[in-house]
């Protein structure tokens, strides 16, 4: 039988103080404190490499070492081991960027304001897409975007059993962000080539697909709203599928439906909710932020997701979550191959 949890006024007040725990995790990534904790160090000697003032930044230490971000041996400090691979941002398993990312949109748009806006039906502009418009503001995202780094090794090995028999196999790469998939499948793939589509102008593509250039194409375009052109053995929705209603994703299954091969398939990668939705998890923290931001209640489970592309005339061949991340993924072909 599950634990029931006592509340006290204490505990109460701790939820009110959760944001705190981010704002420390927002400070420690932005002067790189963990790339310095990579082994381990006095206080005074972080100091000195840092050039901070000892206590403030004593302070901070403390607070990572209670959250278990840090380890403490006696005056000694270094990484968590496990939680190190997403804190550094040269890690390939990086968060740096989306955490930046969190910390500029709570800035600009502090949740509790757009959850009213929602609860009062005071529709706004989305405020990702204010977020793009200006050059500092569409760097930070697109920098964000590139933790994809790792997902799309783990899926390309799958992507290429997938087109292992296509001699020129052709990709689109809806709401592309920076193109991190299209650059490491194409990079992989020699004969592969795709099509990447966003509704960023002027985006902050990933610098390797300059390599790619022959390979590569890049539209800005509104996709749900304007048509698509040409016909694909693959069809990437990488963490897209949030941003839009049920009644929507199904509009954009069936719009695909004309523009993938009778033996190609659809990519779905994203955050899904755990079929207990009682638990808090990833997705519990990113459906306030998709109700806020968009005014969508996403609330799909792997399975749920399943269903709904069967509905849309779609076979689901294969569906799992990422090790290591909080994303999960569906291979689809067409049901009825025309």
């Known amino acids: 039988m599950a634990k029931i949890r006592e509340w006290n006024a204490a505990s109460v007040m701790e939820l009110a103080n959760l944001h705190k725990i981010s704002e420390v995790l927002f400070t420690a990534i932005e002067v790189d404190l963990f790339a310095h904790l990579r082994e381990p160090v006095t206080l005074d000697e972080l100091c000195r490499k840092l050039n901070f003032r000892r206590e403030p930044l004593e302070v901070i230490v403390a607070f990572l070492v209670q959250l278990k971000l840090l380890c403490q041996s006696g005056d000694l400090y270094c990484n968590h081991p496990d939680a190190e ?8 398993n990086s968060l740096a960027g989306m955490i930046l990312l969190e910390r500029q949109v709570r800035n600009k748009w502090p949740m509790n304001l757009k959850l009213l806006e929602r609860l009062k039906g005071d529709e ?4 990702w897409v204010q977020l793009a418009q200006t050059e500092e503001d569409t760097a930070l995202f697109m920098d964000a975007m590139r933790l994809g780094y790792y997902s799309s090794l783990h899926l390309l090995r799958k992507v290429q059993k997938r087109l292992r028999d296509v001699p020129s ?3 689109l790469d809806l709401g592309c962000g ?3 998939f299209s ?3 194409c990079t992989f793939i020699p004969a592969l ?3 990447m589509v966003d509704q960023i102008p002027n985006p902050r593509l990933h610098p390797d697909l300059a390599k790619l250039e022959d390979r590569v194409t890049y539209f800005v375009k509104d996709f749900m709203a304007e048509p698509l052109e040409g016909v694909y053995d693959l069809v990437l929705l990488s963490n897209v599928c949030h941003f839009f209603s049920e009644e929507k994703l199904r509009v954009l299954f069936r719009k695909l439906q004309s523009h993938l091969r009778p033996t190609g398939t659809v ?3 994203d955050f899904f909710h755990n079929e207990n939705l009682g638990e808090v998890t990833h997705a519990n923290y990113y459906s306030l932020d998709w109700m806020a931001n968009h005014g969508v209640k996403f609330t799909f489970t792997l399975e749920e997701m399943a269903r709904l592309l069967d509905q849309c005339g779609y076979r689901v061949a294969e569906m799992a979550p990422l090790p290591q991340l ?5 291979f689809a072909s067409l049901s009825r191959p025309s």
């Open 267 to 269: 990519l779905v990668h």
């Open 193 to 195: 080539k795709s099509v």
């Open 326 to 330: 909080p994303t999960s993924y569906l």
């Open 85 to 92: 691979p997403y804190l550094l941002r040269q890690s390939p």
């Open 169 to 171: 196999p052709v990709m």
């Open 178 to 180: 920076p193109g991190v």
């Open 183 to 185: 650059n490491t499948f």
């Open 124 to 127: 706004r502009e989305n405020p």
